[in-house]
Each structure stands twice: as C-alpha cells, then as structure tokens.
C-alpha cells in the first residue's frame, strides 16, 4: 500500500480512537453513576465506537494482504484502485464514527437529523465506482495467478453485481425506513457474496492459458 | 467516451468482444471468426486498443487479446447489439462463426 494511502487510514483510525475515548469520558459520570440514563441504543453507539477503529485496523491489514496475493501480482491499476477505495472508505468510517459519537455525547439530540440517507448514498456511489472499475482491470500475473478468461468473466459478472448492488442501495437511501432497511438487508449480503467470489479467485491456482 | 461510443458503433468490433469474452484469443484465432482481410482485422483491434475496450499481451511473435470491458462499457455493448447499431445486412453473415481451418497465423 501507498504511504499516502497507509497515512490516511492511520490517521482516521487515530481520530477514532481519540473520538471515541472523548464522547465517553464527556458521559462518564452517567457511565459510573447512573448507567440506567444510557439507554440500549447508547450501549449500542458504545460498542461502535470501540470496534469502528479495530474494523478499520483489521481492514486494512486485509487490504495489505490482498494486494500482495502469494504467487501472483495484480495489476496496476487494481493495486491503485484497492488503495484509493480504502483512503476513502477509512475516512468515510471516521466521519460515521465522529457522528455516532457527537449523539452518544450529546444525549442522542442528533438522532433527528440522521446521516443514514447520506450514508447510504455515498456507500452506494462507492460500490457503483468500485464495481464499474473492478471488471476492467487486467488479470493478476505469475505462477499462481487464475486462468485469465475466468478471471474476466468472473470480474464482469461481479461488477454487475456490485454495480446493481450499489444502484439498489442509492434508491434506498430515499425510501423509508422499513423498506430501505429490506433493501439493504437484501442487498448487502449479495455484495459480499460476489466480493468473496472475487477473492476466491485470487486463492485458486493457475488454469489453462490461451492458446498461442 | 467517443472512442467507446465509436469502437461500439461496428458489428464486426462488437463481435470480437463477445469472441474475447469467452477467454483471450490470439489475433489468428480472432481472424478465423472473420471473412475479412487481416489489415482490415488490424484496424478493428487499434480501434478497440484505442477505446481501451481490449489489451494486446505480445508473447514472442503471438499477440494475444484480453477483453477490457467497465459494466457501463459492457452495458453499450448490449445496448448496441441489441437494436443492431451499425449492422448493415451484407454484414449479418459476420455474426456466425466462420467455418474454416484454424490458420496458424501469428498477430
């Protein structure tokens, strides 16, 4: 990974840590004393906060892995694309984290003007961006790489996937609640389905090669 | 996005793509599928090269060609050979595989 890249996700990591540790140090006094005011949902933002920064460190020891895959080496442009969509998603993670923390903090007044839509939103135009990319990358090289036509028709048809994903997600954002929470429900699952497909890929050994 | 919409515009472009998308084929084993010169074949691949639709891997004196397609590049493409943009009658017989001999012509 890129220093850039790395810098960037350890910084968002550092804030939510330093995030976290505030918002419950400015309630720790109800923590102690009175942990019946910390309602269900506030043990809930309590527990984010303590494994948004540790998911965001596990994620990007697994992004440090999977652009170095045994046997092989990706292309360019997929080693770029991997590191920039993680420089992006880290901060959008602390953002997530900051506000979860502001309603911890503040008594959950922000609850009302809620960051779910936007969330989704931006969530969504990510995996659109990602999805569209992923299938136009070149086949990984070297000793263990996948058999090139597989690895394209498989990228293509995860693409599809991500994209529609994504699609599905941004329409979400502007439904109500129940029914975007279905459509999230539905669709993440698929999306990760596909993302293991692809990482599947990268585990297989070498296939047969075009003919000359 | 010209380049694609242009690469996209030609049947005989169209169908190396779907060719490639089944695995990457040598020039040899594309001009097979084809009842047209080899320098016109060659001017298809620059034009799809150009659109970065394909990659060209050269292997010794073989070039071989991998599909480059984005989903909304994939999305043209069903998008042009479902209305048949570009497919002109006298070229309909281009759609079918070519029976012939497997040539062992190399790029």
Not at chain 1, 167 to 173: E, N
Not at chain 1, 204 to 209: E, Q
Request: include cysteine.
């Amino acid at each position: 990974m890129n220093r850039v890249a790395k810098l960037v996700c350890w910084l968002a990591i550092v804030e939510m840590i330093a995030v976290g540790i505030a918002a419950v140090a400015a309630r720790w006094t109800d923590i102690i004393h009175h942990p019946q005011v910390i309602s269900l949902f506030g043990w809930r933002i309590v527990f984010a906060l303590a494994f948004f920064p540790v998911w965001a460190a596990y994620g990007l020891t697994r992004v440090e892995r999977r652009l170095n895959p045994q046997g092989m080496v990706l292309s360019m442009a997929h080693r770029r694309m991997t590191e920039v969509g993680y420089a992006v998603i880290c901060p959008l993670m602390a953002g997530m984290d900051t506000w979860f923390a502001a309603i911890f903090a503040k008594h959950q007044m922000l609850l009302n003007a809620s960051p779910q839509p936007v969330g989704l939103l931006v969530g969504g135009a990510l995996l659109v961006v990602f999805g569209n990319a992923s299938a136009k990358f070149a086949p990984p090289t070297g000793p263990a790489a996948p058999d090139p036509g597989a690895w394209i028709r498989a990228s293509l048809r995860n693409g599809w996937a991500t994209v529609l994903s994504g699609l599905a997600i941004m329409a979400a954002a502007f439904a109500p609640s129940v029914p975007r929470a279905i459509v999230v429900l539905t669709v993440l699952p698929v999306a990760v389905f596909f993302a293991l497909e692809q990482r599947r890929l990268l585990r297989g050994g070498p296939g047969p090669r075009a003919t000359a | 996005m010209n380049l694609v919409f242009k690469a996209l515009a030609d049947p005989t472009r169209r169908r190396v793509l779907q060719l490639l998308r089944e695995r990457p084929m040598t020039a040899g084993e594309l001009a097979d599928h084809f009842p047209v010169s080899k320098a016109t074949l060659s001017g298809h691949f620059a034009v799809l090269r150009e659109a970065d639709l394909i990659a060209a891997d050269k292997q010794g004196a073989t070039i071989i060609y991998q599909l480059r397609l984005s989903v909304l590049e994939d999305a043209l493409l069903a998008f042009a050979d479902s209305f048949g943009i570009g497919f002109p009658a006298a070229e309909l017989s281009m759609a079918s595989p070519m029976k012939r001999r497997p040539s062992s012509r190399k790029a």
